[in-house]
């Protein structure tokens, strides 16, 4: 059974940093391509960066030098750095795992970021 648990979200000022987490069971975030999701209320959920099996990242133009996205694979597990937060990231961030003909998420946790 596939499991994406995402963790480290909380209340951060504007301008400050926090780490999410997503803790992967049942898959090794090696071979999948990893993502990191979100969701703002009232809005529809938006891609915001990739990691590819081979390591390669991508991310969101809104999003670009302030957030990393990383995986330890002796953890198995995928980590998204935010820096330099703004009030307009605040929203519920998924973590998603996908390959040909699979694609999991995970339960979401929420940043909110204060001005």
């Known amino acids: 059974q596939v499991q994406l648990v995402e963790s480290g979200g909380g209340l951060v000022q504007a301008g400050g940093s926090l780490r999410l987490s997503c803790a992967a069971s049942?898959?090794?975030?090696?071979?999948?391509?990893m993502s990191w999701y979100r969701q703002a209320a009232g809005k529809q959920r938006e891609w915001v960066a990739d990691?590819?099996?081979?390591?390669?990242?991508a991310y969101a133009d809104s999003v670009k030098g302030r957030f990393t996205i990383s995986r330890d694979n002796a953890k198995n597990t995928v980590y998204l750095q935010m820096n330099s937060l703004k009030p307009e990231d605040t929203a519920v961030y998924y973590c998603?795992?996908?390959?040909?003909?699979?694609?999991?998420w995970g339960q979401g946790t929420q940043v909110t970021v204060s001005s």
């Open positions: 998603r795992s996908r390959m040909p003909g699979l694609d999991y």
């Open positions: 049942g898959i090794l975030v090696s071979s999948y391509r």
């Open positions: 990691i590819l099996g081979g390591g390669s990242t």
